[in-house]
């Protein structure tokens, strides 16, 4: 189990803190070299994500000292991903996921004006439900956006894996 990526996500309990350190020092005991890159999850507002988590970063507001000094050492990286529902409609309505249904919404994001004169030819009905889809198409074309630094990340950490062997 060496050289291996773990990705370990966190929530803003700043009892996390705790669990990040013992789940790091877990994974280090095992591998020397793991990568390990900690998540932060459903960031109400990325400009402000280290409000949300204090536990890491710290709180003046609430007189909370931050421990990240106790992690960064631990951990090869970071991200966070802002709270959103889309994740939870394309798994739970959609019953698909966000990577299978990629390559459809870039079609109805890039053909969306003819797409939407067939849609209405088809009644108002379809034309609004299809318009439902075009929307999540595009919401879920800019939250790729926002998290291909995430994939960057793992890509990158995958490359020094291949260099290393």
């Known amino acids: 189990m060496d050289n291996i990526t773990y990705i370990i996500p966190v929530n803003s309990d700043i009892e996390q803190v705790d669990n990040v350190i013992q789940t790091a020092d877990l994974i280090n005991s095992y591998s020397e070299n793991a990568k390990i890159i900690l998540i932060f999850n459903r960031a109400k507002d990325l400009n402000n994500y280290k409000e949300q988590f ?5 709180s003046n507001i609430y007189d909370v000292t931050g421990r990240m000094e106790e992690v960064k050492d631990k951990i090869d990286d970071f991200f966070v991903l802002k ?3 889309l994740y939870n409609i394309i798994k739970n309505v ?3 996921t966000f990577a299978e249904e990629l390559p459809n919404y870039q079609y109805t994001v890039e053909n969306s004006k003819e797409l939407e004169r067939r849609w209405a030819k088809q009644g108002v009905e379809y034309f609004k439900k299809q318009m439902k889809f075009f929307r999540l198409a595009k919401e879920s ?3 790729f956006d926002e998290i291909k630094p995430l994939k960057e990340l793992l890509q990158n950490q995958n490359k020094g894996k291949d260099n290393d062997e």
């Open 54 to 58: 204090a536990g890491f970063f710290g």
């Open 141 to 143: 074309l800019a939250l």
């Open 83 to 85: 709270e959103t529902i």
């Open 94 to 96: 959609y019953k698909t």
